[in-house]
């Protein structure tokens, strides 16, 4: 099966810096990418996503980025702000079928 | 439109008794999964249903069971609680035809002593 891993597990940067979190995976026919973000004591709610026609996708601050040779996708959110300080999960999964594998997640802190 | 709604939000069981987790949609879709979450292990799939009378085990399904009551219901069962089963319990939907997003619940979150 599928097998997703995220790093780094724990990301802490200050206010205004980029943080990049990335992911890697297993199963060359996984072909639709979403990223979660969990507040603490909150549900997961899809931020971005991306599928395998495309490499780069952006929404405002975030962007993922997708090589599929490599098979790595990667989350990047410029001039963080302290309310983007939650865990971010990638996932991915073949379409059609729809069972996502999700990665451990990433803790990220933006310090004010 | 609430979208996706759980019960209980927490719930403490000891070992052995019994539960069931209870999940509905008011979206229409047709695909609901639970997952489990614990620290530092991500989402895990117990169950999903990928439409009106069917289920299928996930990754983790050993001590639990599901049912798929109609097009708005999916409930987990535990039938034996275990202090391996503490964890936060998220349902979530898809609506398998337009969009292969995600909703999910509030969550429950269940301690077993």
């Known amino acids: 099966g599928e097998n997703v891993e995220q790093h780094p597990s724990t990301l802490s940067v200050q206010e205004g810096d980029s943080a990049v979190i990335k992911c890697t995976y297993s199963d060359s026919a996984s072909n639709y990418f979403p990223w979660y973000k969990q507040e603490l004591g909150k549900r997961p709610q899809l931020i971005i996503d991306i599928r395998s026609n495309v490499g780069e996708k952006k929404d405002q601050r975030i962007a993922v980025t997708l090589n599929k040779t490599a098979k790595h996708f990667s989350l990047h959110i410029t001039e963080t702000q302290p309310e983007d300080s939650a865990v971010y999960f990638c996932?991915?999964?073949?379409?059609?079928?729809?069972?996502?594998?999700f990665g451990r997640g990433t803790s990220l802190i933006v310090h004010p | 439109n609430a979208g996706v709604t759980q019960t209980p939000k927490f719930q403490v069981l000891k070992t052995g008794q019994s539960m069931t987790l209870q999940c509905a949609q008011d979206m229409n879709h047709n695909s609901m999964y639970w997952y489990r979450q614990d620290p530092g292990m991500g989402l895990r799939l117990i169950y999903y249903s990928a439409s009106e009378g069917t289920t299928d085990k996930g990754e983790v399904p050993n001590g639990y069971n599901v049912s798929r009551l109609n097009k708005r219901e999916f409930s987990l069962r535990l039938e034996s609680a275990a202090p391996s089963q503490t964890s936060v319990y998220f349902c979530?939907?898809?609506?398998?035809?337009?969009?292969?997003?995600?909703?999910f619940g509030p969550g429950t979150r269940l301690t077993v002593l």
């Open positions: 979530a939907s898809r609506n398998r035809v337009r969009t292969d997003t995600q909703y």
């Open positions: 996932a991915a999964s073949v379409g059609g079928s729809y069972i996502p594998t």
